[in-house]
Nanobody, 127 residues
């Protein structure tokens, strides 16, 4: 499974971006997907995840209400819609996938649980 992120860039505070994570090599139907971000000098943060069926999502408090994670398994793509962006959202963003299941959870934001990673896309929020 290969993952490729896109959609990052420079945006002003309050603006929006939509990140995409496109998978190849396997059908995404089998995988839960998570998004992580890491800013310079900071630990990696799991910001959102979505179950393989798309019916369960989890968000970190830092992005809840502003970010929305969806998936289109027919297109083998996951989307992270980011609204009301803040300077503190500036980071490299990574998508990750794993075929593991987490009974009762649907997905997890723990990076150690994911075996497949993309190369990342940079998001910079600045005026």
């Amino acid at each position: 499974l290969q993952l490729v992120e896109s959609g990052g860039g420079l945006v002003q505070p309050g603006g929006s971006l939509r990140l995409s994570c496109v998978a190849s090599g396997w059908s995404l139907n089998y995988f839960a997907i998570a998004w992580f971000r890491q800013a310079p000098g900071k630990e990696r943060e799991g910001i959102s995840c979505i179950s393989n069926s798309g019916d369960i999502t989890h968000y970190a408090d830092s992005v809840k209400g502003r970010f929305t994670l969806t998936r289109d398994n027919a297109k083998n793509t996951v989307y992270l819609q980011m609204n009301s962006l803040k300077a503190e959202d500036t980071a490299a963003y990574y998508c990750a996938a794993d075929a593991a299941t987490w009974p009762g959870l649907g997905c997890t934001r723990e990076s150690a649980e994911y075996g497949h990673w993309g190369q990342g896309t940079q998001v910079t929020v600045s005026s």
